[in-house]
C-alpha cells in the first residue's frame, strides 16, 4: 500500500502522465546536407571586404576608425598601428620627478606608500651622507618600488605627495609582460619616465635647504 504524503507548496502537484509534443523534423535535402551552397555564400561575403578594404587601404580612402564616425556593422581597429585616443583624465603609468641634479624629488616620506589603499607601494629611507647640505632636512628613497600588478590607478600617491615627486601623467599604460617580476617598477624605471610633454621635472618650484629662498628653518636658526 503506497503512502500518500501530504502536498505542500514544495511538492509536485498530482496529475495526468507528462507528453512530450511532437516536432517536426527537418527536411534534409542534398543542399542542405552538402553545406557547399552556404560556403560559396560565406566565402563571397569574405572576399568582397577583403578586397574591399584592401582598395580603401591601398587608396588611402579607409575611414579613421578612431577620429571618423564608423559605418554600422563590424569594425576593426588595426591595433596596435591604430589606437583609440585615451580621454583626457586618464591616469597612465607611475614616474619620479627630477631635480636638476638628476636625483629624485621623492623624500622618502612615506605619504604616497600611507595613503595608497592597494599597498603596492613600498619604499626604503636612507639619510643623505655627512657633509651633503640636505643632510637633516630630508631623506632620499634608497629603493622605491610600485607593483604596477597590484595598483589600482586611482591617484591617491599623487595626491598624498607633498614634493610633487611622483606623478601618473606619462599617458602610456602598462606594457604586457610574461611573468609578474616585469610589472615590479623600480626606482630607475620609474626616473626614466616622462610626462606627456616629455619634461622629467616638475614645473613646482621646490626651494633646497640651504638656498636664498628656502622657506624653512636653516641650521643658522638652531642656536636661537
Given at each position: 500500500m503506497i503512502k500518500r504524503?501530504?502536498?505542500?507548496t514544495w511538492t509536485k502537484p498530482a496529475g495526468?502522465?507528462?507528453t512530450g509534443k511532437p516536432i517536426a523534423r527537418p527536411n534534409r535535402t542534398a543542399e542542405v546536407q552538402a553545406y557547399f551552397p552556404e560556403f560559396v555564400r560565406g566565402l563571397?561575403?569574405?572576399?568582397?571586404?577583403?578586397?574591399?578594404n584592401t582598395k580603401e587601404m591601398m587608396l588611402g580612402q579607409k575611414p579613421d576608425p578612431v577620429?571618423?564616425?564608423?559605418e554600422e556593422g563590424v569594425t576593426t581597429i588595426c591595433y596596435p598601428e591604430e589606437r583609440r585616443p585615451y580621454p583626457e583624465r586618464f591616469r597612465g603609468i607611475h614616474r619620479l620627478t627630477l631635480r636638476d641634479d638628476g636625483s629624485?624629488?621623492?623624500v622618502a616620506c612615506l605619504c604616497c606608500s600611507t595613503a595608497c589603499p592597494a599597498q603596492c607601494i613600498s619604499i626604503e629611507a636612507a639619510e643623505y651622507p655627512p657633509g651633503d647640505s640636505k643632510r637633516g632636512y630630508e631623506r632620499y628613497p634608497k629603493t622605491f618600488v610600485i607593483?604596477?600588478?597590484?595598483?589600482?590607478?586611482c591617484g591617491f600617491c599623487v595626491e598624498a605627495c607633498p614634493c610633487d615627486a611622483i606623478r601618473m601623467d606619462t599617458g602610456?599604460?602598462?606594457?604586457?609582460?610574461?611573468?609578474?617580476?616585469?610589472?615590479?617598477?623600480?626606482?630607475?624605471?620609474?626616473?626614466?619616465?616622462s610626462g606627456r610633454d616629455g619634461s622629467r621635472k616638475s614645473?613646482?618650484?621646490?626651494?633646497?635647504?640651504?638656498?636664498?629662498?628656502?622657506?624653512?628653518l636653516s641650521r643658522d636658526h638652531m642656536e636661537h
Open positions: 504524503t501530504a502536498q505542500t495526468g502522465p507528462v563571397a561575403v569574405s572576399m568582397r571586404h577583403f578586397f574591399k577620429l571618423e564616425s564608423l629624485p624629488r621623492c607593483d604596477e600588478l597590484r595598483c589600482i590607478f602610456i599604460h602598462a606594457v604586457p609582460y610574461d611573468s609578474r617580476d616585469q610589472f615590479i617598477y623600480r626606482k630607475d624605471l620609474l626616473m626614466e619616465f614645473a613646482n618650484p621646490r626651494h633646497e635647504p640651504g638656498d636664498p629662498t628656502h622657506p624653512g
